[in-house]
């Protein structure tokens, strides 16, 4: 890690033929923040956290997180980041128990008690009665609940969260908004947290970057953002009027 | 090695727990007890033509009974073992967002394609296994034959050439799961391929041999042209694993087989001292006759997951 920041992007660009998904992209998180990652559809926020993963490499630039290449080092990064994709696949003739022992061993976890945790960790995203059921019997929320867990299995130190309330009902997304800021707070993992629900991004973010067309166009504080846009603090405007003003002006 | 071990062992439970492989087993378990029953009771009840063979065991594979041979069996059907086991490994996957749940694991990109792979290959060697081991005992409980130190040996060649055989099929299937995103065109285009090598090819070399060297009726006295004919045609029929896979089994499960070739041009002493000295090949020398087939083989195999290995660790992985 250096001098605290735990992710940092110099230039980083990925093209597909003639066309670029991120454009000389910078960037840094802090350790310990939650950094709300902002944007619309097809800005290429999804694209980033590929290539921070290691698992697809820039056309361009480079990229540390936790001080360590992506490329270079994929491994050890996937081991201390845990991803939650927008889409996250499950096998439905699994039970939860069973997709978690799965990830477990791909982690390579110690099968030395994985049942208390697996345990722990259910209870934890509200899963523990249905731990038994099969998979494919899930809704959407149960199942992104699920993928959180999975995410958690092994002791992540920072976590990338693609749109993790996409599906859920409000009540189950206030309680996962609740969960991701408890992490952070309780046991200091860094969270990097990509969503198109403003309200959610700003009651728990540290900061945020806006993303347009494969560019960062702005990152910072939301008191920071509000200052540069109108000359005035968060307490002002929310972070929706910033977003929109940004994404105008763009 | 952890991940690796990961996706093998799931791979594994999958293809064991699956409907698809329950109905394959069921198929081939079906077929291999009609096969050595018939077989068996043709063999008993030919005793004394059976008594004049050094081999007795080998001919539960090699007979012919209502259809076909154990031996003609897999090489008709045992691809289709290897397609249905992995025409969906990897798109399936994709579909079902499961793959870069998979690779954000902290594993190499490849344990995902080995474990695969690898879950193929042992699940076709455990049903081959099987087979064989269903008609040994059908053998010796029908007609009493016990097998010979050698007839073992060969058995286990047989069986390690059908494993190749039938995992170049599943190597196949992987590498059009790679490539192609929807199941029913991976599973679509496995099947053509498999039915354009195994049944196009060897007209295509009646075609290609009679195009290039014709035996007609001027020619047809002349042992040179029907010679370069025949070779032409064996050569062309040689981009068919199937014929590669007949060619070197055949000669392992039948010792009394000395060439691959459909005809062997041979003078009157020659002629004379083969027909005084008909024994059978002993294993060493019946491997060397197999040798080219056998790591033509070998090597398409492991070509052709070389490639999917390649083409899925270049491959762009999206959300």
């Given at each position: 890690m250096d001098n605290g920041k735990i992710i940092e992007t110099v230039g980083l660009t990925k093209r597909y033929g003639p066309q670029?998904?991120?454009?000389?992209l910078s960037f840094q998180v802090e350790d310990g923040e939650i950094f709300g990652f902002l944007g619309p559809n097809g800005a290429g926020k999804s694209t980033t956290l590929l290539m921070l993963l290691g698992l697809s490499r820039p056309t361009e630039g480079s990229a540390r997180v936790c001080g360590l290449d992506p490329i270079r080092k994929a491994r050890e990064v996937k081991r201390l980041v845990g991803y939650l994709p927008e889409n996250v696949g499950f096998y439905?003739?699994?039970?939860a128990v069973q997709s978690l022992e799965y990830v477990a061993g791909l982690s390579g976890i110690s099968r030395a008690n994985l049942g208390d945790k697996i345990e722990r960790l259910l209870d934890l995203v509200g899963l523990k009665a249905e731990a038994r059921k099969k998979v494919g019997a899930y809704s959407r929320g149960t199942r992104q609940r699920l993928g959180f867990a999975e995410v958690l299995i092994k002791d992540p130190k920072v976590l990338f969260l693609?749109?993790?309330?996409?599906?859920?009902d409000p009540d189950g997304a206030l309680r996962l908004i609740e969960l991701i800021h408890s992490l952070n707070r309780d046991h200091n993992i860094t969270v990097v947290l990509s969503s198109h629900n403003l309200y959610q991004v700003q009651k728990i973010s540290h900061r945020v970057g806006i993303m347009i067309k494969g560019k960062m166009v702005a990152e910072g504080s939301m008191e920071k953002l509000a200052q540069d846009k109108f000359g005035v603090g968060d307490k002002e405007y929310s972070l929706e009027e910033i977003y929109m003003k940004y994404f105008q002006e763009v | 090695m952890q991940g690796l071990y990961a996706v093998f062992r799931k791979e594994l439970c999958d293809h064991f727990s699956s409907y698809r492989f329950v109905i394959l087993f069921a198929v081939i378990a079906m077929v291999s007890f009609i096969t050595s029953y018939v077989v068996g009771i043709h063999m008993r009840q030919n005793l004394e033509a059976l008594s004049?063979?050094?081999?007795?065991?080998?001919m539960l594979f090699s007979t012919t009974g209502t259809l076909f041979s154990m031996v003609q069996f897999v090489a008709f059907f045992g691809p289709l073992i290897g397609l249905v086991l992995g025409f969906d490994s990897i798109n399936r996957e994709r579909a079902h967002g499961t793959l870069i749940k998979l690779i954000s694991?902290?594993?190499?990109?490849d344990a995902v394609i080995n474990g695969k792979f690898l879950a193929g290959v042992v699940t076709i060697s455990i049903m081959l296994l099987s087979i064989v081991l269903v008609i040994t005992g059908f053998g010796l409980a029908i007609v009493g034959v016990v097998p010979g130190i050698e007839e073992i040996w060969r058995l286990t060649v047989y069986l390690v050439i059908s494993i190749f055989y039938v995992s170049l099929w599943l190597g196949v299937s992987i590498l059009f799961s790679i490539l192609f995103r929807s199941i029913a065109t991976s599973a679509l285009a496995s099947v053509a391929l498999w039915i354009f090598l195994s049944f196009f090819v060897s007209l295509g070399a009646d075609v290609v041999a009679n195009t290039v060297a014709p035996v007609n009726q001027q020619n047809a006295a002349n042992p040179e042209a029907v010679l370069r004919n025949t070779r032409i045609k064996e050569s062309v029929g040689l981009c068919s694993p199937m014929v590669l896979y007949s060619r070197a089994t055949a000669t392992i499960i039948d010792?009394?087989?000395?060439?691959?070739?459909?005809i062997v041009l041979m003078g009157p002493m020659e002629e004379l001292l083969a027909s005084r000295f008909q024994n059978p090949l002993p294993l060493s020398q019946s491997l060397i006759v197999v040798f080219p087939h056998t790591t033509a083989l070998i090597a398409i195999t492991l070509i052709c997951f070389a490639i999917s290995y390649t083409v899925f660790m270049m491959q762009e992985i999206r959300t």
């Amino acid at each position: 890690m250096d001098n605290g920041k735990i992710i940092e992007t110099v230039g980083l660009t990925k093209r597909y033929g003639p066309q670029t998904a991120v454009d000389h992209l910078s960037f840094q998180v802090e350790d310990g923040e939650i950094f709300g990652f902002l944007g619309p559809n097809g800005a290429g926020k999804s694209t980033t956290l590929l290539m921070l993963l290691g698992l697809s490499r820039p056309t361009e630039g480079s990229a540390r997180v936790c001080g360590l290449d992506p490329i270079r080092k994929a491994r050890e990064v996937k081991r201390l980041v845990g991803y939650l994709p927008e889409n996250v696949g499950f096998y439905g003739d699994m039970d939860a128990v069973q997709s978690l022992e799965y990830v477990a061993g791909l982690s390579g976890i110690s099968r030395a008690n994985l049942g208390d945790k697996i345990e722990r960790l259910l209870d934890l995203v509200g899963l523990k009665a249905e731990a038994r059921k099969k998979v494919g019997a899930y809704s959407r929320g149960t199942r992104q609940r699920l993928g959180f867990a999975e995410v958690l299995i092994k002791d992540p130190k920072v976590l990338f969260l693609d749109e993790p309330t996409l599906g859920l009902d409000p009540d189950g997304a206030l309680r996962l908004i609740e969960l991701i800021h408890s992490l952070n707070r309780d046991h200091n993992i860094t969270v990097v947290l990509s969503s198109h629900n403003l309200y959610q991004v700003q009651k728990i973010s540290h900061r945020v970057g806006i993303m347009i067309k494969g560019k960062m166009v702005a990152e910072g504080s939301m008191e920071k953002l509000a200052q540069d846009k109108f000359g005035v603090g968060d307490k002002e405007y929310s972070l929706e009027e910033i977003y929109m003003k940004y994404f105008q002006e763009v | 090695m952890q991940g690796l071990y990961a996706v093998f062992r799931k791979e594994l439970c999958d293809h064991f727990s699956s409907y698809r492989f329950v109905i394959l087993f069921a198929v081939i378990a079906m077929v291999s007890f009609i096969t050595s029953y018939v077989v068996g009771i043709h063999m008993r009840q030919n005793l004394e033509a059976l008594s004049n063979t050094k081999f007795p065991f080998l001919m539960l594979f090699s007979t012919t009974g209502t259809l076909f041979s154990m031996v003609q069996f897999v090489a008709f059907f045992g691809p289709l073992i290897g397609l249905v086991l992995g025409f969906d490994s990897i798109n399936r996957e994709r579909a079902h967002g499961t793959l870069i749940k998979l690779i954000s694991q902290p594993i190499y990109r490849d344990a995902v394609i080995n474990g695969k792979f690898l879950a193929g290959v042992v699940t076709i060697s455990i049903m081959l296994l099987s087979i064989v081991l269903v008609i040994t005992g059908f053998g010796l409980a029908i007609v009493g034959v016990v097998p010979g130190i050698e007839e073992i040996w060969r058995l286990t060649v047989y069986l390690v050439i059908s494993i190749f055989y039938v995992s170049l099929w599943l190597g196949v299937s992987i590498l059009f799961s790679i490539l192609f995103r929807s199941i029913a065109t991976s599973a679509l285009a496995s099947v053509a391929l498999w039915i354009f090598l195994s049944f196009f090819v060897s007209l295509g070399a009646d075609v290609v041999a009679n195009t290039v060297a014709p035996v007609n009726q001027q020619n047809a006295a002349n042992p040179e042209a029907v010679l370069r004919n025949t070779r032409i045609k064996e050569s062309v029929g040689l981009c068919s694993p199937m014929v590669l896979y007949s060619r070197a089994t055949a000669t392992i499960i039948d010792p009394m087989r000395k060439t691959n070739r459909a005809i062997v041009l041979m003078g009157p002493m020659e002629e004379l001292l083969a027909s005084r000295f008909q024994n059978p090949l002993p294993l060493s020398q019946s491997l060397i006759v197999v040798f080219p087939h056998t790591t033509a083989l070998i090597a398409i195999t492991l070509i052709c997951f070389a490639i999917s290995y390649t083409v899925f660790m270049m491959q762009e992985i999206r959300t």
